[in-house]
């Protein structure tokens, strides 16, 4: 398989080029030159047919020749490793719990299989690749889950001091090793433009061989394919598709399952589910895609103004306003919306969901006040342990931590606190 660079002013690459370099030179995404079609007698046979099994026919045309079908088949068996349960709420509601992974949220299942694939690929480098990100959260933990202890890789973390949450600071600061995690005084605005300047800067990429662990890279986002074939496979009703509903930030999660869709997967239609950062609800509402400056929500980890893959899902629809609003509708779910649905699907389906499972819960509501025959699944993206103070605020109750997290939590932190400065990170980066 070929990729090219949605700016079509770099060289097309295959995938191993593309997974290694994240970004394309001319600062485009890179997007594969066909999209597969999943084998009908896949789809046909899906609820006798292994997970691993699934997981592998599905990411192996993207992969082409870059890695062996044994390697490839362990990698993808590896990213996902841990259940993926379809829970029936009842009346219509399923939620596909995307939070049993090593740090609770569906970022693990991305974050192993491309922390593999770059272990593969970088096996006989002499150079070592630093992988450079920036969190607000979940990104940081599921990268330096994904990455610890793979050889020839270096990750360096960049995290607001204050800003995330006990637990996902634990999970990104205590792993040692070969993950190194920095504590910014500042915003997580601030850390993006740290690590942007980095990866233009010539005099660090000279002596680093940088590269970038976000949605961008295609390791990451082709993977997040799997999990829409494994709801697909415990839908119990095949004649009727769900609606799925996609708490959506930089959209790399639902550019995934429209991909799966593309490829032949039944979805009835896709719901992407925006906090108050909602430009591509406004975009569907008026075509017109106007990026603004991000605003602090309850969700927090959809909190982007300008969503890095929405590029890629034009690039699904070729372009095709109405092909794409045929497929695709968009809800903006406000903080107040956010704790009511905690409250009221506690209440009401005694089930808890994190602040950005909710407001996809909600879309998928106000969806099916709509369409009443239709059935759906919202996802469930994190355990509602990692933002514990919002369902205090919606239940007044506190979540149980739940025992695969002592460890991590009696675990000391190791972080080195920077000032909101590109000269102080560029320092760290070469002593
Ligand atoms: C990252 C994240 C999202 C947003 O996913 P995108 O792929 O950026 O749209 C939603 N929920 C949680 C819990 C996340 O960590």
Redesign the pocket.
């Known amino acids: 398989m070929q990729y090219y660079s949605t700016s079509h002013h770099s060289p097309n690459v295959d995938f191993r080029e593309a997974a290694i370099k994240g970004q394309a030179p001319d600062k485009g995404l890179y997007f594969p030159q066909s999209i597969p079609q999943i084998d009908p007698s896949l789809l046909r046979d899906i609820e006798s047919t292994d997970d691993a099994d699934i997981a592998f026919q599905v990411i192996r045309p993207f992969v082409g020749n870059s890695i062996p079908d044994e390697v490839l088949f362990s990698i993808a068996k590896e990213s996902i490793s841990f259940p993926i349960p379809l829970v029936d709420l009842g009346n219509g509601y399923h939620s596909l719990e995307l939070f049993h992974g090593p740090t609770l949220?569906?970022?693990d299942v991305g974050a192993r299989f491309m922390s593999r694939c770059l272990g593969y690929f970088l096996k006989e480098n002499t150079k070592k690749v630093t992988v450079l990100v920036a969190t607000s959260?979940?990104?940081g933990g599921a990268v330096a889950n994904g990455f610890f202890g793979v050889e020839g890789v270096e990750v360096v973390i960049l995290y607001p001091s204050g800003k995330v949450s006990p637990v996902q600071e634990k999970q990104l600061t205590t792993l040692g090793g070969n993950i190194r995690a920095l504590e910014i005084d500042g915003s997580f605005d601030d850390c993006q433009a740290m690590v942007k300047q980095a990866f233009m800067d010539p005099q660090l990429n000279d002596s680093l061989f940088l590269t970038s662990a976000n949605?961008i890279n295609v390791a990451r986002w082709l993977p997040?394919q799997f999990y829409y074939l494994l709801a697909y496979k415990q839908w119990k009703d095949k004649s009727n598709p769900p609606v799925i509903s996609?708490?959506?930030?930089?959209?790399?999660?639902?550019?995934a399952g429209l991909m799966a869709h593309a490829g032949g997967l039944p979805v009835r239609h896709f719901l992407a589910a925006c906090n108050v950062n909602d430009v591509v609800t406004r975009y569907l509402a008026t075509e017109k895609y106007e990026p603004l400056k991000a605003i602090a929500t309850l969700?927090n980890?959809?909190d982007?103004g300008e969503?890095s893959?929405f590029i890629r899902i034009q690039e699904i629809f070729g372009h095709r306003f109405n092909d794409l609003a045929a497929t695709l509708s968009s809800y903006t779910v406000t903080d107040a919306e956010t704790l009511d649905t905690i409250s009221q699907v506690e209440t009401v389906y005694h089930y808890t969901p994190?602040p950005?499972?909710a407001v996809a819960f909600h879309a998928l509501e106000v969806y099916r006040r709509q369409f009443p025959d239709a059935a759906g699944i919202f996802?469930e993206?994190?355990h509602p342990v990692?933002f514990p103070d919002a369902i205090e605020q919606a239940t007044g109750r506190q979540v149980p931590v739940p025992e695969s997290l002592t460890g991590v939590m009696s675990a000391q932190k190791k972080s080195t606190l920077l000032k909101p400065s590109f000269d102080e990170l560029k320092q760290f980066l070469l002593a």
């Open positions: 949220a569906f970022k959260g979940d990104t949605s997040q996609v708490p959506s930030g930089n959209f790399g999660n639902i550019c969700s980890a959809m982007v969503p893959n994190d950005h499972g996802l993206t994190a990692k």
